[in-house]
């Protein structure tokens, strides 16, 4: 299988996509927002850097994103393609993504964009928080991430669409999470056939 890149706004779903596509196709996922988490859980150092940027709703620098990224990746099982979850966020990340795997002597694969409106993503967030009690689940830090992701994250689709690898997976309406995964999967055996 190619790696796959989920792209797509905070609370687009790029989590309950990739454990789908993970159950189905059985790929390694990497998801940067669950590895800062775990960290932040064990109270190591890098946690404590993490959580002060996760908290005000901003990335982490791009350096140290890139370099936590390298690490797990040459941590996965070999040869089944990984999931990107989250990561690539900004241009200098996705420029670090082509370069280590090229290193390896691997590809970006294809990157699967999800369109979601912002009342459904607001909605969702906010459900989330009441579920999982996430600390950065709250309206304001939302606000400050929907922020950074327009100025961030969002130019960066332009780039994957000249890297030819961008797909896009759009819904306004409200389609159940059942016809948006058939939907995902689609798109993934279009590529890989
Ligand atoms: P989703 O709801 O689709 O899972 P999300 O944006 O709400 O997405 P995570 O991907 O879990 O949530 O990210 C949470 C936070 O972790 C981000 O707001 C950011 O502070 C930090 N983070 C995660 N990935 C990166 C990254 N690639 N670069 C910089 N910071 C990151
Ligand atoms: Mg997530």
Same mark, same amino acid.
């Given at each position: 299988?190619?790696?796959?890149?989920?792209?797509?706004?905070?609370?687009?779903?790029?989590?309950?996509?990739?454990? %789908?596509?993970?159950?189905?196709?059985?790929?390694?996922?990497?998801?940067?927002?669950?590895?800062?988490? %775990?960290?932040? +859980?064990?109270?190591?150092? $890098?946690? +404590?850097?993490?959580?002060?940027?996760? &908290?005000?709703?901003?990335?982490?620098?791009? =350096?140290?994103?890139?370099?936590?990224?390298?690490?797990?990746?040459?941590?996965?099982?070999?040869?089944?393609?990984?999931?990107?979850?989250?990561?690539?966020?900004?241009?200098?990340?996705?420029?670090? $993504? +082509?370069?280590? @795997? %090229?290193?390896?002597?691997?590809?970006?694969?294809?990157?699967?964009? $999800?369109?979601?409106?912002? &009342?459904? @993503? $607001?909605?969702? @967030?906010?459900?989330?928080?009441?579920?999982?009690?996430?600390?950065? &689940?709250? =309206?304001?830090?939302?606000?400050?991430?929907?922020?950074?992701?327009?100025?961030?994250?969002?130019?960066?689709?332009? #780039?994957?669409? +000249?890297?030819?690898?961008?797909?896009?997976?759009? #819904?306004?309406?409200?389609?159940?999470?059942?016809?948006?995964? %058939?939907?995902?999967?689609?798109?993934? =055996?279009? =590529?890989?056939a």
């Open positions: 299988m190619k790696n796959i890149i989920i792209f797509g706004a905070p609370g687009s779903g790029k989590g309950t996509y990739s454990e %789908a596509i993970m159950e189905k196709y059985g790929m390694g996922h990497i998801s940067t927002g669950d590895v800062l988490r %775990a960290e932040i +859980k064990q109270g190591t150092q $890098l946690g +404590k850097i993490a959580q002060g940027y996760i &908290d005000q709703g901003q990335l982490i620098p791009d =350096e140290l994103m890139v370099n936590i990224l390298a690490k797990v990746y040459d941590e996965m099982p070999a040869g089944k393609g990984v999931i990107f979850d989250g990561f690539p966020r900004t241009i200098p990340q996705a420029e670090a $993504l +082509k370069k280590m @795997l %090229a290193e390896r002597g691997h590809e970006m694969g294809m990157m699967i964009e $999800l369109v979601v409106t912002e &009342d459904i @993503l $607001l909605m969702r @967030l906010l459900r989330r928080a009441i579920e999982q009690g996430r600390a950065d &689940d709250n =309206e304001e830090t939302i606000r400050k991430r929907f922020n950074v992701y327009h100025t961030q994250t969002a130019p960066l689709a332009e #780039w994957f669409e +000249k890297e030819g690898i961008r797909h896009i997976v759009s #819904w306004e309406e409200h389609p159940s999470k059942e016809e948006m995964i %058939a939907r995902v999967f689609q798109v993934i =055996e279009e =590529e890989n």
